[in-house]
């Protein structure tokens, strides 16, 4: 079973510019969420889809952060414009149940300079 | 407001001893999992724990969680080098939910 996609795997950008990242979650699986995992400390959910619809983004930072899930399977995050403090890895995970554990992909490390 | 506090945030033990981490939360929760992370990689799940009272055992780590006591424990017996990394504890932030809350990560380092 292929596991969670992402890409890109690393982006260094200066402040104010944008950014996007894909993910490609485990097929079938209805859930994707997208985290921030600053250096040194544990994911913090940004924002959860059940298929296509968002269960949750109360943690989003939404004038600069958007995500969609086009045809509820692959899933993009954007930020628009960058901050320093964006700096930080963006993982996304999947999963098919309320119960089951969430799968996570390799991440995307941003910088922001 | 759900804590999840890992205790202890830094290990370093050598092969062959035993220790234990500690993952303490604050409000009421039906499941708990561990996660493990080595450097510059993501998550890798280790354990589900979705009872009281429930362990379960992989190799040479044991995960137990008591809800009554909001704690979970984490026992890694006769320690080697591959087991260093970080390992994560995440409750749902309410019963029933998907949203997970993650502790800080306790990072193990284990010389020979």
């Known amino acids: 079973e292929a596991g969670v996609a992402q890409s890109p795997r690393y982006k260094i950008i200066e402040k104010r510019q944008s950014v996007a990242f894909w993910c490609n979650p485990i097929?079938?699986?209805?859930?994707l969420y997208w985290y921030q995992q600053i250096l040194g400390q544990g994911p913090k959910l940004l924002i959860q889809?059940?298929?296509?619809?968002?269960?949750?983004d109360s943690q989003l930072p939404k004038d600069r952060f958007s995500a969609e899930r086009l045809k509820g399977v692959d899933s993009t995050l954007k930020i628009q414009p960058a901050k320093l403090e964006d700096s930080a890895v963006y993982l996304c995970?999947?999963?098919?149940?309320?119960?089951?554990?969430?799968?996570f992909g390799p991440g995307t490390r941003l910088t922001v300079l | 407001e759900l804590k999840v506090e890992q205790n202890p945030l830094f290990l370093s033990m050598q092969e062959g001893k035993n220790y234990t981490i500690y993952c303490n939360y604050s409000?009421?929760?039906?499941?708990l999992y561990w996660y493990r992370q080595d450097p510059g990689k993501s998550l890798e799940s280790l354990f589900v724990?979705?009872?009281?009272?429930a362990v379960k055992q992989e190799g040479r780590l044991m995960a137990s969680l008591d809800t009554k006591a909001r704690l979970s424990t984490l026992h890694i017996t006769a320690a080697v080098h591959d087991l260093s990394a970080t390992y994560f504890c995440?409750?749902?932030?309410?019963?029933?939910?998907?949203?997970?809350?993650f502790g800080q990560g306790t990072r193990l380092t284990i010389n020979p």
């Open positions: 995970a999947s999963s098919w149940g309320s119960y089951n554990e969430q799968f």
């Open positions: 097929s079938g699986h209805a859930t």
């Open positions: 889809f059940q298929n296509n619809g968002v269960v949750d």
């Open positions: 409000t009421t929760s039906d499941r």
């Open positions: 724990l979705l009872s009281n009272g």
């Open positions: 995440a409750v749902p932030i309410i019963q029933g939910a998907q949203k997970l809350v």
